[in-house]
């Protein structure tokens, strides 16, 4: 495996990730940095993420599916030496791949754990970014473990987590009901569409995981402008610095999620988003 590193700024931190170049999904996140002026990956989830991290008192931040480390390396050093960050990550390439990053930025405050959540313990198989319960061939066997068993074998309770587990999100949120209802204060996740999640988790659908987060006491938004396409929601988002983001209701789930047939990003708090981060720019539900 070849190997490179890129220098970065994320929300005023700078650092470097280690970048191998036969991943497909590292050579795509390169290209767009090439092709547009002034990108950043993610600006929307990186502006509120830094938001509720400073809004925390003691902040115990989770980033699930960590792989090459954006998401655990700035908060890392927006938060400092005196808060650990913990990076979970499922690929054993992608471990060591985060390592060498963690030596790269001379970071003392991250704590890398190899660990495939599911609901229960079961037998995985590793397939890219991904990972399968349902036999898919290929791919590298692994044990799981539930978030809840991992937290409690560690004494950790997360409150806020960054989760993009490429449609495993179903299994994962299943199997950490306790933090839900107990310690956890925000859930930033990168849900995918049901078509993907039926291909890594049968029988689970973006319905029934905003039900399981409601049910524990989470209002769920929808925001606009996330990942790579230039949508209005993102364009204004770089154009005023503001968020473009809608409340998910019974009502109106069925015309927020009808054709977004791609990844999207929800955030789920216990306390509402608008008293964070202030009211919408526009209405989302044309985004």
């Known amino acids: 495996m070849t190997l490179a590193t ?9 650092f470097q990730v280690v970048t191998p170049d036969e991943n497909p999904y590292v050579q795509k996140f390169k290209q767009v940095y090439r092709d547009r002026a002034g990108y950043e990956y993610e600006a929307v989830l990186s502006a509120l993420l830094k938001i509720v991290l400073l809004e925390i008192s003691e902040p115990v931040y989770f980033d699930l599916g960590a792989f090459i480390g954006y998401f655990t390396f700035w908060p890392a050093k927006l938060l400092g030496p005196n808060r650990k960050v913990y990076a979970i990550e499922s690929n054993p390439e992608h471990i060591e791949i985060l390592k060498q990053g963690l030596e790269l930025n001379q970071l003392q405050n991250v704590e890398i754990l190899h660990s ?8 995985l198989r590793i397939l890219n970014n991904s990972v399968s319960a349902i036999g898919n061939p290929g791919g590298q066997e692994i044990q799981s473990e539930s978030l809840d068993q991992l937290c409690q074998r560690l004494n950790l309770s997360p409150n806020v987590i960054k989760m993009d587990i490429h449609g495993f999100e179903g299994k994962v949120l299943q199997g950490m009901k306790t933090i839900l209802q107990d310690s956890l204060e925000f859930l930033f996740l990168e849900l995918h569409p049901n078509v993907y999640l039926e291909k890594f988790t049968p029988g689970i659908t973006r319905g029934m995981i905003l039900d399981q987060l409601e049910a524990a ?20 988002f770089f154009e005023t610095g503001k968020f473009a983001y809608q409340a998910i209701t019974p009502e109106n789930r069925g015309l927020i999620l009808f054709d977004r047939h791609n990844q999207i990003l929800i955030v789920s708090s216990k306390r509402p988003l608008e008293s964070l981060i202030g009211p919408s720019i526009i209405d989302p539900s044309t985004e």
């Open 6 to 14: 890129m220098a970065l700024e994320v929300q005023g931190q700078h």
């Open 116 to 123: 495939a959540l599911s609901d229960k313990v079961e037998t």
């Open 217 to 236: 006491g989470f209002s769920n938004y929808y925001v606009a402008g996330h990942r790579y396409s230039w949508s209005d929601g993102m364009q204004r």
